[in-house]
């Protein structure tokens, strides 16, 4: 049975999502030579993504439920949805989500070229 293109995607998604949540588990935990692995598929998926569909396919994923997946999305996105991925980058920078939080906030600076603010408290 050949996949539809509609039916690629949602499987690419899916693979995508499992990827960067297993990524960021492993980032957590110190295996690094998991998360050299995992980075390497993550960014060859998302490049096949961009070349087949075009990365606004994604957008949906902004809203998942896992701000790992979030922050990578709106990352990839911000020359896209600028205004939605810097509305979502700076509520995930506030929540203080180890990590992630950090990624959020990080992500934002470079964007807009601004300085990395800590929080000291």
Same mark, same amino acid.
């Given at each position: 049975m050949k996949l539809m293109k509609h039916d690629k995607i949602d499987l690419a998604k899916k693979e995508l999502v /499992?990827? *960067?949540i297993k990524n960021q588990e492993a980032s957590k935990d110190g $295996?690094? #030579?998991? @998360? $050299? &692995?995992? &980075?390497?598929?993550?960014? #060859?998926?998302?490049? $096949? *993504? !961009? #070349? !087949?569909?075009?990365?606004e396919v994604l957008k949906d994923?902004?809203?998942?439920?896992?701000?790992?997946? /979030? %922050? &990578? %999305?709106?990352?990839?996105?911000?020359? *896209?949805?600028?205004? @939605?991925? *810097?509305?979502l980058l700076r509520s995930i920078g506030k929540k203080k989500i180890p990590h992630t939080s950090f990624d959020a906030r990080l992500i934002l600076s470079e964007w807009l070229d601004e300085p990395l603010e800590f929080d000291h408290k």
């Open positions: /499992q990827l *960067i $295996n690094y #030579k998991l @998360v $050299n &692995s995992t &980075s390497e598929r993550i960014w #060859k998926l998302r490049d $096949n *993504i !961009e #070349k !087949e569909f075009g990365l994923l902004l809203e998942h439920d896992n701000p790992d997946v /979030q %922050v &990578s %999305v709106a990352h990839w996105l911000l020359p *896209i949805y600028e205004e @939605v991925c *810097i509305m």
